[in-house]
């Protein structure tokens, strides 16, 4: 059995659905609809809310930051998962393995950290607006966007380097159409307790910490609708919470399934771990959009100001 080490790198091969190789031209489908539905649709909010001055807020700012990282998060996968699907080029480099997993984590660590920036918006427009524009200024949101990026790149490249000290003389054949952390780790014939205890530790503080502190927020968030005199005033402010609290289950949810796919799932079909991954990095850059385009009024106006425009020029 060949050994990989340092100075030799392995060429991995990527795979689509295990054991459904036969349906990939048909699966390629759906997914190319996901693609074309979360690009489309993530650039759209962007473009909106850079180009209508209405739009220029606090709430509607960490929103197309949401956007760019779903955008990110669709590019970093796009560039292995239709070769996979349709032209069979299943084989890539351990450089640019590394290369696409980092990527693909960032954004999703990203993500995760604006989610939770979403949530602290959403705790001072409601519990203190009468600050609210001077709490959260153009600046300190160019600050919080700064603090997101340099957080995951800090914790993600350690994690990187360490994959490289590794020796691989398993099989080279990854589960996933792109390279994924854990993936990678269990084709290593070394001894990986460091990466294991990395790669956990990265989550928790990321996403297990932001998921604690999104929580926190909405208890002090009811607490301070609960003192609002006014029902009418307790529906509506609560209101402006439903597309953040739903854009954050469609994260969450299919994060802990993958997590215990991966950890309890081991008698599972091969298949199984491949469908949650592929729901945890493609159902949220998809249904953000949507979410935001039909529960936010002033998208849905501006999105109708910007057909409407296009359709006088026609």
Request: charged share 10%.
């Given at each position: 059995m060949?050994?990989?080490h340092?100075?030799?790198?392995?060429t991995?091969?990527?795979t689509?659905?295990?054991?459904?190789?036969?349906?990939?031209?048909?699966?390629?489908?759906?997914?190319l609809?996901?693609y074309v539905?979360?690009l489309?649709?993530n650039?759209?909010?962007?473009?909106?809310?850079?180009t209508e001055p209405?739009?220029?807020?606090p709430?509607?700012y960490?929103?197309?930051m949401l956007s760019t990282t779903d955008?990110?998060l669709?590019i970093?996968?796009?560039?292995?998962?239709?070769g996979t699907?349709w032209?069979n080029?299943?084989k890539i480099?351990?450089?640019?393995?590394?290369?696409?997993m980092f990527f693909i984590?960032?954004?999703?660590f990203?993500e995760?950290?604006v989610l939770l920036?979403m949530?602290?918006?959403?705790?001072?427009?409601?519990?203190?607006?009468l600050?609210?524009?001077?709490?959260?200024t153009?600046?300190?949101?160019?600050q919080?966007?700064?603090?997101v990026?340099?957080?995951?790149?800090?914790?993600?490249?350690?994690l990187?380097?360490?994959?490289k000290?590794l020796s691989?003389c398993?099989?080279n054949v990854?589960?996933h159409?792109?390279?994924f952390h854990?993936?990678v780790m269990?084709?290593?014939?070394?001894?990986t307790?460091i990466?294991?205890?990395f790669?956990?530790?990265a989550?928790?503080?990321t996403?297990?910490v932001?998921?604690v502190f999104?929580?926190?927020?909405?208890v002090l968030?009811?607490r301070?609708v609960l003192n609002?005199?006014?029902?009418e005033?307790?529906k509506?402010?609560?209101?402006t919470?439903?597309?953040h609290?739903?854009?954050v289950a469609i994260?969450?949810?299919?994060?802990i399934?993958?997590?215990?796919?991966?950890?309890?799932?081991?008698h599972?079909?091969p298949?199984v771990?491949?469908?949650t991954a592929?729901v945890y990095?493609f159902?949220?850059?998809?249904?953000?959009?949507?979410i935001y385009?039909?529960?936010?009024k002033q998208?849905q106006?501006a999105?109708l100001?910007?057909?409407?425009?296009?359709?006088?020029?026609?």
């Amino acid at each position: 059995m060949p050994i990989f080490h340092n100075s030799t790198l392995p060429t991995f091969l990527l795979t689509g659905f295990p054991g459904l190789e036969w349906a990939h031209a048909w699966i390629s489908i759906p997914f190319l609809c996901l693609y074309v539905t979360a690009l489309s649709g993530n650039t759209l909010i962007l473009f909106i809310v850079l180009t209508e001055p209405s739009l220029h807020e606090p709430m509607y700012y960490f929103l197309s930051m949401l956007s760019t990282t779903d955008i990110g998060l669709c590019i970093s996968t796009l560039v292995t998962v239709p070769g996979t699907f349709w032209l069979n080029a299943w084989k890539i480099s351990f450089d640019a393995c590394l290369s696409q997993m980092f990527f693909i984590h960032l954004f999703t660590f990203m993500e995760s950290s604006v989610l939770l920036a979403m949530a602290f918006d959403r705790f001072v427009a409601i519990s203190n607006p009468l600050r609210y524009a001077t709490i959260l200024t153009q600046a300190r949101i160019a600050q919080i966007a700064l603090a997101v990026i340099t957080r995951g790149t800090v914790i993600l490249t350690p994690l990187v380097l360490l994959l490289k000290r590794l020796s691989f003389c398993h099989s080279n054949v990854l589960h996933h159409s792109y390279c994924f952390h854990p993936d990678v780790m269990k084709l290593s014939c070394s001894d990986t307790k460091i990466n294991s205890a990395f790669g956990l530790t990265a989550i928790i503080s990321t996403a297990g910490v932001d998921s604690v502190f999104i929580l926190l927020s909405y208890v002090l968030i009811i607490r301070s609708v609960l003192n609002i005199a006014s029902q009418e005033e307790r529906k509506k402010a609560f209101s402006t919470c439903i597309s953040h609290i739903t854009a954050v289950a469609i994260f969450y949810i299919p994060l802990i399934s993958l997590s215990f796919v991966h950890r309890f799932g081991k008698h599972a079909p091969p298949y199984v771990p491949t469908l949650t991954a592929n729901v945890y990095l493609f159902i949220p850059p998809v249904m953000n959009p949507i979410i935001y385009s039909v529960k936010t009024k002033q998208i849905q106006k501006a999105i109708l100001k910007l057909l409407c425009s296009k359709g006088t020029h026609i």
